[in-house]
């Protein structure tokens, strides 16, 4: 079945950058978008943008225009989601999840990532 | 930006009893691009429901999806210990995708 393994927790002061990777085993990886959503302690979901590992398109929610960066290696099935410029606010859980639909970017949020921690203090 | 409204925020119910979660988006949305989540404390979400209607898999059938145009609802008509959690609705009709802000479900 479809998994997303993500790297482990991360501290960051504020002002640097962060890059979170999310590995995928299970099924098809170029056939299926993948999204990043963060939560931050006790809120709700934010969609940050998504990439398509087929062709590395990418598109961000405007919110993080100029300061997130999506790429994939298709040679060992991973994504990456860099987080540049890093504020207090960016503090959050990081997930990565399949699109549900194949090869666009429209479905739903089908398998999830277990999630990053990114801790911004300093 | 579509912006969803969940309501109650938070609601008390007793195992049994039926709980119906409501969401409203501020312009329509096409049913095919709305979705429900589950999401347990230190849990990643999960998919609940996709296309308003459809269960995803391992979703029980007591859990069903209504809905169309700007008004949504997820109601599960006998709560089990194991959905006591938090409901999220999500849309994917436009760019940003937005979610609801969601719907604590907690033991009365």
């Known amino acids: 079945q479809a998994q997303l393994v993500q790297s482990g927790a991360e501290v960051r002061m504020p002002g640097a950058s962060v890059k979170v990777s999310c590995k995928a085993s299970?099924?098809?990886?170029?056939?299926?978008?993948i999204h990043w959503v963060r939560q931050a302690p006790g809120q709700g979901l934010e969609w940050m943008g998504w990439?398509?590992?087929?062709?590395?398109?990418?598109k961000f929610a405007e919110k993080f225009q100029g300061r997130v960066t999506m790429t994939r290696d298709t040679s060992i099935n991973t994504v990456y989601m860099e987080l540049t410029d890093l504020r207090s606010d960016d503090m959050a859980i990081y997930y990565c999840?399949?699109?549900?639909?194949?090869?666009?970017?429209?479905?739903?949020?089908?398998?999830w990532g277990q999630g990053t921690l990114v801790t911004v203090s300093s | 930006e579509v912006v969803l409204t969940q309501s109650p925020g938070t609601v008390s119910l007793s195992p049994g009893e039926r709980a119906t979660l409501s969401c409203r988006a501020s312009q329509s949305v096409s049913a095919n691009s709305l979705t429900w989540y589950q999401q347990k404390p230190g849990q990643a979400p999960r998919v609940l429901m996709s296309?308003?209607?459809i269960r995803a898999t391992g979703t029980p059938d007591r859990f069903s999806g209504t809905g169309s145009g700007t008004d949504f609802t997820l109601t599960i008509s006998r709560l089990e210990p194991e959905d006591f959690a938090v409901y999220y609705c999500h849309q994917s009709e436009s760019s940003p995708r937005t979610f609801g802000q969601g719907t604590k479900v907690e033991i009365k």
């Open positions: 990439i398509k590992p087929h062709s590395g398109d990418s």
């Open positions: 296309a308003a209607s």
């Open positions: 999840a399949t699109d549900g639909l194949f090869l666009t970017g429209n479905g739903w949020f089908d398998t």
């Open positions: 299970g099924y098809t990886f170029i056939g299926h978008c």
